[in-house]
């Protein structure tokens, strides 16, 4: 059974699967160019996507695209607040709020959100761990070597997916000495995060190698991982392949499906859980 338990939450992802919107207010997101901006836009794209079927809105305020400006803690604030306030009460979604600072992630939580999505780790900032413990919050803990502005300077590994499964491991213990229970723990590979091309498509390959010890998250939605493969920087062009791209890591154990776009993926998600629910008789064709 893999079930993830936080708060009030106890969810079984065994055979269903969850799916994450993505909520950017921040005006250099890579792939939303900062058309969500503003609140009310922000506010209203969520609902769009809970009424579209998103299990779970990621709420973000700084962009940790490749070389992003750092966001102060103040204008984060500024961005995120209003927003988790609206939709906290007015939808029955979940919450996470994506930040990498302490600070942010404890106002987002008195705020109303139920899970912390730190693309860190829980490692880039020294009060996360301990505001963890203190409270019962969901938690991404991702894979990412370096920092967003320094992540894709010359990635290195001897051996992609074992060096991420190790980290998943030493986290997971170091987390439960902090007085983190790993059962409120998902584990992210972090597409696109210190990793080229060759290491992000080893990684979706071999995603199966990844699963198991937690539910496994991952978000490769519009990244330029599939601009690079299909040779085109349309942003048009990403919605397919992430499409193909769920249906794949779903079946390769993922659980947790960050994505922009959530009708689509939500009916791959589905269609491959009933495929992979399946175990009668052969239908002959
Ligand atoms: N990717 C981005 C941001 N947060 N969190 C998790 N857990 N996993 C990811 O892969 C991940 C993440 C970057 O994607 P996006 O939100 O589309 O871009 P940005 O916020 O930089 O505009």
């Known amino acids: 059974m893999l079930r993830w338990r936080f708060g009030t939450h106890d969810l079984d992802l065994t055979d269903r699967g969850l799916i994450m919107g993505i909520v950017n207010v921040t005006p250099d997101s890579f792939s939303d160019g900062g058309r969500f901006n503003d609140h009310g836009r922000a506010v209203e794209h969520a609902f769009t996507l809970v009424a579209e079927g998103a299990d779970i809105l990621d709420i973000g305020g700084e962009s940790t695209r490749p070389g992003a400006e750092p966001v102060d ?3 984060e604030l500024r961005r995120v607040l209003p927003v ?15 930040t990498m600072k302490a600070s942010v992630a404890r106002a987002a939580l008195d705020a109303g959100a139920d899970i912390i999505n730190d693309v860190t780790g829980l490692r880039g900032d020294s009060a996360m761990p301990r505001l963890a413990a203190e409270t019962t919050a969901g938690l991404v803990v991702m894979h990412m070597t370096g920092t967003p502005q320094t992540m894709q300077a010359n990635p290195h590994y001897e051996d992609v997916v074992a ?43 071999d995603l199966d190698q990844l699963a198991g010890m937690r539910p496994l998250l991952i978000g490769v939605s519009r990244k330029s991982m599939i ?59």
Do not use: C
């Open 227 to 285: 601009a690079k493969v299909l040779r085109s920087d349309a942003m048009e062009d990403r919605f397919w392949p992430t499409v193909a791209l769920t249906a794949r890591a779903r079946e390769n154990g993922a659980r947790i499906i960050r994505v922009h776009d959530v009708k689509a993926n939500r009916e791959a998600l589905r269609m491959t859980e009933a495929v992979l629910k399946e175990s009668g008789p052969q239908v002959a064709i």
């Open 84 to 98: 988790i306030r609206a939709v906290r009460s007015q939808t029955k979604a979940l919450i996470s709020i994506d």
């Open 163 to 205: 060096e991420v499964r190790g980290y998943f491991e030493r986290r997971l213990r170091v987390l439960e000495a902090e007085g983190i229970a790993p059962e409120r723990v998902v584990l992210d590979p972090g597409f696109g995060f210190g990793k080229t091309l060759e290491h992000n498509l080893v990684l979706m390959r």
């Open 73 to 75: 803690e103040a204008e």
